[in-house]
């Protein structure tokens, strides 16, 4: 497992003195949680349906929680209440999990959090439809914050933000495809990608808690920052997964890289890093029709030689220290330094 630095100096970059916040304060995150997890459940319960059925086998059991859990310490940091955005939040997660079944669609991957993955489970039709109604369901929600309190020109602005946020993924969904095809190794461009594919959100979830909280601009500007460097750090984080961890912890196959032929930074960097012959096992490796399994076995030595692996999670320390840098313009506060923490989570996570 990734472990972010420890040392003082390295803490110090981090722009923060300590790297995990008091007891207290992970037990109220985890609260958060498990607040999102019963209003999660009670909102597909409460439907009846075939479609609200698979929406709610979509949504559990719930992951990290990160997007939303961002959104209301962004809401917190303002000095809003976790209640004023907790529609938000619960629409940020369903936002979340659309993207999952649509991915899974794209890349025809069987398993999700460890189970069927919707579109294995009943068919690809109801897990596009399933995935359009949990979008639909992010900005019902977001109109719902107008009954906690939350100025309509705020949930106006902060639905604004959501769109472009979902502008920006469609456009690194695209943009990685079309790196895929071309059989393109440009570090700056997965980089591009993974700042529009998955930066968006996390961008989204942070300012839209910002927004709805009512911070200035000043506020809004710099947990955005926060957000996108965050989501940046932890898409490469993601992509080295296959590598550091195993399906048992992350429930989703550590083929699908390989089989779909996907550029994931450890592989453009270790292309950089070595010699000819690497580049040719890489290349191979990342072919269409090859056996995954060979593929990803070969591909992990190449990366663990050449040193790719340890300058790809530097990268995403890089990225981690940049979000947390945008932070230091809010007041100390216990929220800020949760949102620390939650960054520390995706640089070392296992799943």
Same mark, same amino acid.
């Given at each position: 497992?990734?472990?972010?630095?420890t040392?003082p100096?390295?803490?110090?970059a981090?722009g923060?003195g300590?790297v995990?916040p008091?007891?207290?304060?992970?037990d109220?995150?985890?609260?958060?949680?498990m607040?999102?997890t019963?209003e999660?459940e009670?909102?597909?319960?409460?439907?009846e349906?075939?479609?609200?059925a &698979?929406?709610?086998?979509a949504l559990?059991p719930?992951?990290?929680m990160l997007?939303?859990m961002?959104l209301?310490e962004s809401a917190i940091?303002?000095?809003?209440?976790p209640?004023?955005?907790?529609?938000a939040?619960?629409?940020?997660?369903?936002?979340?999990?659309a993207?999952? &079944?649509?991915?899974?669609?794209i890349d025809?991957?069987?398993?999700?959090r460890?189970?069927?993955?919707?579109?294995?489970?009943y068919?690809?039709?109801?897990?596009?439809?399933?995935?359009?109604m949990? &979008?639909?369901d992010?900005?019902?929600?977001?109109?719902?914050?107008?009954?906690?309190?939350v100025?309509?020109?705020?949930i106006v602005t902060?639905?604004?933000?959501v769109?472009?946020?979902g502008i920006?993924l469609?456009q690194g969904?695209?943009?990685e495809?079309?790196?895929?095809?071309?059989?393109? /190794?440009d570090?700056d461009a997965y980089?591009?990608m993974?700042?529009?594919k998955?930066?968006?959100?996390?961008?989204?979830?942070?300012e839209?808690g910002a927004?709805?909280g009512?911070?200035?601009d000043?506020?809004?500007?710099?947990l955005s920052?926060y957000?996108?460097n965050?989501?940046?750090? /932890?898409?490469?984080?993601?992509?080295?997964?296959? /590598?550091t961890?195993?399906?048992?912890?992350?429930?989703?196959?550590?083929?699908?890289?390989?089989r779909?032929g996907?550029?994931?930074?450890?592989? &453009?960097?270790?292309?950089?890093?070595?010699?000819?012959?690497d580049?040719?096992?890489?290349?191979?490796?990342?072919?269409?029709?090859?056996?995954?399994?060979?593929?990803?076995?070969t591909?992990?030595?190449?990366?663990e030689?050449t040193g790719?692996?340890?300058?790809?999670v530097?990268?995403a320390?890089?990225r981690a +220290?940049?979000?947390l840098?945008a932070?230091t313009?809010l007041?100390?506060?216990?929220?800020?330094? +949760?949102?620390?923490?939650?960054?520390?989570l995706a640089?070392e996570?296992?799943?």
């Amino acid at each position: 497992m990734v472990k972010v630095p420890t040392s003082p100096e390295d803490q110090h970059a981090l722009g923060r003195g300590a790297v995990l916040p008091r007891d207290g304060q992970r037990d109220l995150l985890e609260r958060h949680r498990m607040r999102l997890t019963f209003e999660l459940e009670n909102r597909w319960y409460a439907e009846e349906g075939a479609l609200n059925a &698979i929406c709610q086998y979509a949504l559990e059991p719930t992951g990290k929680m990160l997007r939303p859990m961002l959104l209301i310490e962004s809401a917190i940091a303002v000095g809003a209440q976790p209640a004023d955005v907790l529609p938000a939040a619960v629409g940020a997660e369903c936002g979340h999990v659309a993207s999952l &079944i649509h991915d899974d669609i794209i890349d025809n991957d069987d398993v999700r959090r460890g189970k069927p993955s919707v579109q294995r489970a009943y068919g690809v039709d109801a897990a596009i439809v399933a995935g359009d109604m949990l &979008i639909f369901d992010l900005f019902a929600n977001l109109a719902e914050c107008r009954w906690t309190g939350v100025p309509d020109s705020r949930i106006v602005t902060a639905m604004k933000a959501v769109a472009q946020a979902g502008i920006d993924l469609c456009q690194g969904q695209f943009l990685e495809s079309q790196l895929c095809e071309a059989g393109d /190794f440009d570090a700056d461009a997965y980089l591009r990608m993974a700042d529009l594919k998955t930066g968006a959100f996390f961008r989204a979830a942070c300012e839209i808690g910002a927004i709805l909280g009512g911070g200035g601009d000043e506020s809004v500007g710099a947990l955005s920052t926060y957000g996108k460097n965050l989501g940046s750090a /932890f898409q490469i984080r993601d992509d080295l997964l296959p /590598f550091t961890s195993d399906f048992r912890h992350t429930g989703k196959p550590d083929t699908s890289d390989v089989r779909n032929g996907r550029l994931i930074l450890p592989a &453009i960097l270790a292309r950089r890093l070595g010699n000819a012959r690497d580049r040719n096992l890489i290349e191979k490796s990342l072919s269409a029709g090859g056996d995954a399994t060979q593929g990803l076995k070969t591909l992990k030595d190449v990366v663990e030689r050449t040193g790719a692996l340890t300058e790809a999670v530097e990268m995403a320390r890089n990225r981690a +220290r940049t979000a947390l840098g945008a932070l230091t313009v809010l007041p100390h506060s216990e929220s800020r330094e +949760r949102l620390g923490y939650l960054a520390d989570l995706a640089v070392e996570r296992d799943r």
